[in-house]
């Protein structure tokens, strides 16, 4: 019994340690939540973010963010948008929050004593896992009278393989 209830603790433990992945979609409520969210500001400026989780690079939150600003953009009946501000945060460790270690050892003392160890130990840190959240302030327009270093909502969901929204 208590071997079971030993192995079912530390499958939980474990569990609990498991890295969350990156999707694309809404994030939920909660410190483990990676996704997008959006804020509007005014009729054509957002504030878009896309916090993801350890398994995803820079370039991967840039392209969710980039993503997510082209739909409400098409969403809300514009053709373009402009990146207005931009703010990239890192937060928690880095390092796996499990870690394992071992040693041995052994002596020798007066009157011929002799001693020898091994030892094995797991280590759980309940820290916080890598996050990484890319916010983007962004005005959107109609038209092909456009700032130059706009991007074209449709051609950002077609490079991205996103859906048009109707």
């Known amino acids: ?10 499958a939980a433990a474990l569990a609990a340690c498991a890295p969350t992945q990156t999707v694309y979609g809404p994030a939920a409520d909660g410190a483990r939540a990676v996704g997008y969210d959006s804020l509007r500001i005014e009729d054509d400026r957002w504030r878009v973010s896309f916090t993801a989780g350890p398994d995803a690079s820079p370039a991967d939150v840039e ?10 953009s098409l969403q809300a009946g514009y053709d373009w948008f402009d990146i207005v501000d931009r703010a990239s945060e890192r937060t928690g460790q880095q390092d796996s929050p499990v870690r394992l270690g071992g040693s041995v050892g052994g002596g020798i003392g007066s009157g011929g004593y002799r001693s020898s160890g091994v030892g094995l130990g797991i280590g759980i840190s309940p820290g916080q896992e890598r996050r990484t959240t890319l916010t983007l302030e962004i005005i959107a327009g109609r038209g092909a009278d456009r700032p130059e270093r706009a991007y074209d909502a449709r051609q950002i ?6 859906a048009e929204p109707i």
């Open 1 to 10: 019994m208590i071997r079971t209830l030993s192995a079912l603790s530390l």
């Open 63 to 72: 392209r969710y963010a980039l993503r997510r600003a082209a739909e409400l």
């Open 157 to 162: 969901l077609a490079a991205m393989g996103g």
